[in-house]
């Protein structure tokens, strides 16, 4: 998980870097303010610099809380990850015209093959877990004992909420049809005349669900329909008489 955003940013063990190494953690935090997200002045950075210091823990946290970061000392490859992705920002805004010019990578010979990109995906390891646990927290999914299930979730929100269609869908006004609350009948009464209206709301509100459901119905029994109801013949069957 880190090695592809550490060797983006030039970084100059991206192969052999462990985070769990308290001195590589620490040095890697100095590198990524010093070089690349430099939310400090020069000369504010002390503190963060003094990697033996017993109080740098204190001092990563108040960095932390400075540049918006949401986790903590605690979460620590999670926000590792969330700085590199900030680092990873920060570099193509400094060079936009520099990687609008990389040209794409060639195409492999097998590119006609599908590929499962979870095939070779490790569930067990330390970058997946937290890589998920990062998503997990920033797009608000409730967090499971699996971490496979998380990530079908997570493939699940971002196609249905996140996907182009779906951007553009919620982006285009529906302008509503004024209803009168009188003119519906509910069938019960709760009691409370808000909660009799709040019922009547969702009960339309279902209604609404239901005819779109009927229509998508609709629209897959004239699909089938449009197949069945020209049946090729094949005539050397056939047979006339006995």
């Not at 002045?41 to 204190?58: A, T």
């Not at 936009?96 to 979870?118: F, G, H, I, R, T």
């Not at 490790?122 to 970058?127: G, I, L, T």
């Amino acid at each position: 998980m880190f090695r592809r955003k550490l060797t983006a940013l030039d970084y100059h063990n991206p192969n052999t870097f462990d985070c769990r190494d308290e001195t590589q953690f620490r040095n890697c935090i100095v590198w990524l303010e010093d070089q690349k997200i430099r939310h400090y002045k020069i000369e504010d950075r002390g503190n963060l610099r003094n990697i033996p210091s017993s109080d740098w823990p204190q001092a990563y946290q108040k960095y932390l809380q400075d540049v918006s970061c949401p986790f903590g000392v605690q979460e620590r490859q999670e926000a590792l990850d969330w700085l590199l992705g900030l680092a990873v920002r920060y570099e193509y805004g400094d060079n936009v015209d520099k990687y609008k010019k990389c040209e794409p990578m060639a195409a492999s010979s097998n590119s006609d093959k599908l590929v499962d990109p979870l095939v070779n995906l490790d569930s067990n390891s330390p970058d997946f877990k937290a890589g998920v646990m990062a998503l997990s927290n920033i797009l608000k999914i409730q967090r499971h004992d699996d971490y496979l299930v998380m990530l079908k979730a997570i493939r699940i929100l971002i196609q249905e909420r996140l996907s182009p269609e779906a951007i553009t869908k919620a982006s285009q006004n529906r302008e509503g049809i004024p209803v009168a609350l009188d003119n519906h009948i509910l069938g019960f009464d709760t009691g409370d005349a808000t909660l009799n209206e709040a019922a009547q709301i969702l009960r339309l509100l279902h209604i609404e669900e239901l005819r779109e459901l009927q229509t998508r119905i609709n629209e897959a029994i004239v699909a089938v329909q449009a197949i069945i109801a020209d049946p090729k013949t094949d005539h050397r069957l056939g047979k006339v008489g006995r």
